[in-house]
């Protein structure tokens, strides 16, 4: 009397306390017969707010097992729910709704992070070596790419990340039922050395393809090489358009600075599918990674500069006005600077402070901001010198443009 898949009873039985302190078992739509859709687990019990002298009942299969279409809700009479009359068994639970086209459409992918407990990650990665990869493929979970981080404390580097292709968003969830239920799978989740290995629950993105996507050859990932995985929000309402200036502007100034992007994906669940897109980039090696992100950076911050200068070398206007529109220059030519370049800053020093005990970064705080001063009074050409400067105005287009 098993839900097939299942160590559980395929019935939802509850206990009813009795006026002698003694209980009585009870199950919603009568005893469990063969050929009955599972019911398996209440609860929740509600009293009518119609007030016509019933009871709901509502359940939901939440153990491990993934289910599909499992959610169900009864109603009947009081008496009946405290067992002091018999209700009539109800056999058909009506046919099954069909899943929206959106959730019919694909390919989706899906984007998966684990974070392992300390001294675990060893075991973690043995695991999706000798046990899961296989199995992946034996469920139609196609993998795009597994990959490891290169970089910051150990707690980040115990993290193993993988994205997953699938037909459609509902061959997704159909791939994880079977995947789950997997006798071999269950096997492997029983052995030891494969027990307590995540720290964290598993985190899931599922994705869609950008309509200004790139493509990887195959959907396949070939190894070597440093990977970088970037996740952009755009404001309300921006998305399209954000996603439209990155690769009109930013794919083309990353590529002249040997960074490969490869492909891009949005967000295909609420809320994050309103504002979210991800980009996948390559670099050939760890430390040309870095160099290109230099590179990247000191390039823009010249190029913002010289863009203003040469407003303010062509413009007719005197005075302020001149003044104004030099620095209208910079500003236009500095938003995706603004936008990516001080947000990868951000990341870098933000690396930098988790490392640092308290104490520390009081004291790394001090010394950025003394750094900062001191760039932009010496007029170093550097991100933080002309982003504080340009809060001065005329100061900073005095020292950059004029030629007397």
């Known amino acids: 009397m098993r839900w097939k898949g299942s160590a559980l009873y395929a019935g939802a039985l509850y206990a009813v306390r009795q006026e002698d302190q003694t209980y009585k078992v009870l199950e919603v739509n009568n005893s469990y017969e063969v050929g009955r859709r599972p019911l398996v687990a209440p609860r929740a019990f509600c009293v009518s707010p119609f007030n016509d002298d019933s009871i709901y009942i509502g359940g939901h299969d939440s153990s491990r097992k993934v289910s599909d279409n499992m ?31 959106r959730l019919l459409s694909g390919p989706v992918y899906e984007l998966r992070i684990y974070s392992a407990n ?11 070596r000798e046990h899961t990869d296989r199995l992946f493929k034996k469920h139609g979970l196609q993998v795009v790419g597994y990959w490891t981080p290169t970089e910051g404390p150990s707690k980040k580097r115990r993290r193993f990340i993988y994205i997953l292709k699938h037909n459609s968003r509902y061959d997704a969830y159909l791939n994880w039922v079977s995947f789950s239920n997997d006798k071999e799978w269950e096997r492997v989740l029983d052995q030891p050395k494969f027990q307590g290995l995540l ?3 598993p985190e899931s993105l ?61 967000a295909f669940d609420p809320p994050e599918s309103k504002n979210t897109f991800i980009r996948l980039l390559h670099h050939p090696s760890e430390k040309e990674a870095v160099l290109n ?40 030519r500095d938003q995706f600077t603004k936008t990516f370049v001080a947000k990868y800053y951000r990341l870098v020093l933000f690396d930098i402070e988790s490392l640092l005990p308290i104490s520390a970064k009081v004291k790394f705080g001090v010394y950025m901001d003394d750094r900062r001063r001191r760039m932009a009074t010496s007029g170093t050409r550097s991100w933080g010198s002309v982003v504080e400067n340009v809060k001065s105005g005329r100061e900073v287009v005095n020292f950059h443009c004029r030629r007397n």
């Open 71 to 101: 959610a169900w809700i009864f109603n009947a009479p009081t008496d009946v729910v405290l067992g002091k009359t018999k209700g009539e068994s109800f056999k058909s639970l009506g046919a099954r709704v069909k899943p929206d086209k």
């Open 199 to 201: 720290a964290l629950k």
């Open 293 to 332: 992100w230099k590179s990247f950076i000191n390039d823009n911050e010249h190029a913002n500069v010289q863009a203003m200068c040469n407003a303010w070398d062509s413009s007719t206007k005197k005075g302020d006005d001149r003044i104004s529109e030099a620095l209208d220059a910079y500003k236009n």
């Open 118 to 128: 300390e001294l675990r990650f060893g075991n973690l990665i043995e695991r999706f």
């Open 206 to 266: 599922f994705m869609q393809a950008s309509e200004f996507s790139g493509m990887i050859d195959g959907d396949k990932i070939t190894p070597g090489g440093i990977y970088e995985l970037r996740t952009y929000v755009a404001n309300p309402g921006k998305l399209k358009s954000a996603e439209e200036k990155y690769t009109k502007n930013i794919v083309k100034l990353l590529q002249m600075r040997g960074i490969k992007d490869l492909f891009g994906w949005r």
